[in-house]
């Protein structure tokens, strides 16, 4: 787990929040001994499993109530649990090249997946500058006129972006936010320094490198890979984007949208551009477009933030997994407060590492959430699953299973899973599926770039051929290169486009998205057929499918025990992620918009 994020864990990151006083872990002199190893590890075990609540609820904390004092709290727990982390890492290194079991070989690989920082001073300035990024994250602002009475939170300013139609507002709310992280640059820019000294204090090039090494190959071997995959989903990518260009010009005029070129970033519905759903009124199809509208229905019944969760819940249960326990309930935080900042980006929370699991998250009536809260459950249950595991196998094969999850889960909320609901009187029209399947790749295959991009722009952060000045120029190169999108304004100096995204501030690897997105559809097309569904792939729902339930549920079991690759391949036949199910679900859409865009294009001409 990366502290201060403790929702969706990573091999790479699980011992930064469990980690316990090690000075008994110090290395004797004598040739260690497969029985030393053994020793060592159980030991590291116990003591992580004794400290990890401590830390985890000074993390929940400071998510739930921030304040100075709370960031001062989780930075010291964030300093103890890096002092311990990193010294129980630098004694794992002295057992390497010993014959062990697997198990006890896999738990020595992870242990010395992280970074240490031996001078003290530097421990507590990086346990700080993690707390206080976030916090200034969560805390951020834009006041349009300069008074404090006019502020907009992010929450605001997103809506204004999801709902507006005036390119000026639009503007407005997308500059706003996004200068705010200027603030906090400098911290950043101070934070890689040390994070880098640290992984290359256990061995790393730099911190990326230390990143990619997570998944169970070499840190070069892994690029390559992200590479692969996007190339097999571009195609599909590129011609969403060339739809969405066409009729975004429809709508905003070619003074606003070019006839080529990247697209203006404030134009797509959210801050970030990393999901067009919010435009789907302007891009849907003129025939074959459902009019069902889930944020009408919920709001039309009042649906509340527990309800809505509880509808996620019954999703697993019908796959015969188990009800959340009752704490769950009382001690997650559901919905706003009036009275306090909070981080409102959600995440799954397990505090004891055995049934006082949690959802923090700002749940409203909205579609959107209501498939957020659906993933967000996925995690949960990934976490209840593997409690059984020990404390280093407590985590998800690799950290793009653990957003997997939940995901592939939401792709079974078809039109058949509503009307189970009671959300949808009566099936749509045959001809509706390329509206669905357009408002599904409006979040999933938009998504795609975004998530490779981001790391990409990190990686080459940590290795340092980004330098500070230069953030946010190649930040948009980057951009534009891969999702054809264009800063909306000039840059000015100091600027940190890229804080202005929680990832980024908070330190979260964001390769896990992208894997995830390819993943998903993989392990769905897996269960489709363990339910013995037959017929177009974006058309199944395996809900009340205990035979697929069981066969997620075994690998949700697994934990982070065996490399992922074996984990995949029990779960789906396959050891390799890849778009191939993606494009297979996608594949009447590309279809379509392929033949759209040829129209388009032929209007556009004519003018």
Not at 176 to 193: E, P
């Amino acid at each position: 787990m990366k502290l201060p994020r403790l929702s969706r864990p990573a091999a790479l990151f699980a011992l930064t929040a469990i980690a316990a006083a090690t000075n008994a872990l110090a290395a004797p002199k004598a040739k260690p001994t497969v029985a030393d190893a053994e020793k060592f590890i159980s030991a590291t075990e116990a003591r992580f499993a004794n400290e990890y609540e401590n830390i985890v609820r000074a993390q929940w904390i400071g998510a739930n109530f921030i304040t100075d004092d709370t960031e001062a709290i989780a930075a010291y727990f964030g300093e103890k649990a890096l002092n311990s982390q990193g010294e129980a890492a630098l004694a794992a290194r002295r057992y390497n090249g010993l014959k062990l079991k697997d198990d006890a070989a896999r738990k020595l690989k992870l242990l010395q997946l992280t970074l240490m920082l031996s001078d003290p001073k530097e421990r507590a300035d990086y346990a700080s500058k993690q707390a206080t990024l976030s916090g200034a994250y969560g805390k951020a602002k834009y006041c349009p006129s300069g008074a404090q009475d006019s502020c907009l939170a992010l929450g605001e300013l997103e809506k204004i972006l999801a709902t507006s139609r005036d390119p000026v507002k639009l503007l407005d709310a997308w500059t706003g936010w996004h200068q705010q992280a200027r603030g906090y640059k400098q911290r950043y820019v101070d934070y890689v320094t040390l994070s880098n000294k640290g992984a290359r204090e256990m061995g790393f090039a730099d911190t990326g490198a230390l990143w990619r090494s997570q998944y169970d190959m070499k840190p070069e071997q892994f690029a390559a890979e992200m590479e692969r995959m996007w190339q097999q989903v571009k195609p599909l990518y590129e011609s969403l984007h060339t739809y969405t260009r066409l009729k975004l010009r429809q709508n905003y005029g070619a003074a606003v949208v070019p006839a080529s070129g990247p697209v203006p970033a404030h134009l797509f519905g959210n801050m970030w551009s990393q999901d067009w759903q919010h435009i789907y009124p302007l891009l849907k199809p003129a025939t074959g477009a459902s009019g069902f509208d889930l944020s009408r229905v919920l709001v039309e019944r009042n649906t509340s933030a527990k309800e809505m969760t509880q509808y996620a819940e019954r999703f697993y249960t019908s796959l015969g997994m188990p009800k959340l326990p009752a704490t769950f309930w009382t001690r997650s935080l559901l919905t706003k407060p009036a009275d306090r900042e909070v981080v409102c980006h959600a995440s799954a929370w397990s505090l004891d590492r055995l049934d006082d699991v949690r959802i923090k998250m700002c749940i409203r009536p909205t579609a959107e959430d209501f498939k957020v809260i659906h993933h967000e459950l996925g995690h949960t249950y990934y976490q209840l699953a593997y409690k059984q595991q020990p404390i280093l196998f407590q985590n998800g094969a690799n950290d793009g299973f653990h957003e997997a999850i939940g995901d592939t889960v939401a792709l079974s909320m078809t039109p058949s899973y509503y009307r189970q609901l009671g959300f949808m009187d009566k099936a749509p029209e045959p001809n509706a599926d390329i509206g669905e399947l357009l408002q599904v790749a409006l979040s999933k295959v938009a998504f795609l770039p975004f998530a490779y991009s981001v790391d990409k722009w990190r990686w080459d952060v940590y290795a340092g051929k980004v330098k500070p000045e230069d953030y946010d120029k190649t930040w948009w190169q980057l951009r534009e290169q891969y999702m054809g999108v264009s800063r909306p304004a000039p840059m000015t100096a100091g600027g940190f486009d890229a804080g202005a995204k929680y990832h980024v501030a908070a330190d979260v690897p964001y390769a896990r998205y992208f894997l995830a997105h390819l993943l998903q559809f993989q392990l769905h097309r897996s269960l489709c057929a363990e339910a013995g569904y037959k017929g177009p792939l974006h058309q199944c729902s395996i809900y009340g499918s205990q035979k697929a339930g069981a066969k997620l549920q075994a690998l949700l079991e697994m934990g982070a025990s065996k490399p992922w690759q074996e984990a995949l391949k029990a779960a789906t036949g396959e050891d390799r992620i890849d778009g191939s199910a993606l494009l297979e679900y996608f594949a009447p859409l590309k279809t379509w918009l392929d033949e759209q865009n040829r129209q388009l294009a032929s209007v556009e001409v004519k003018k």
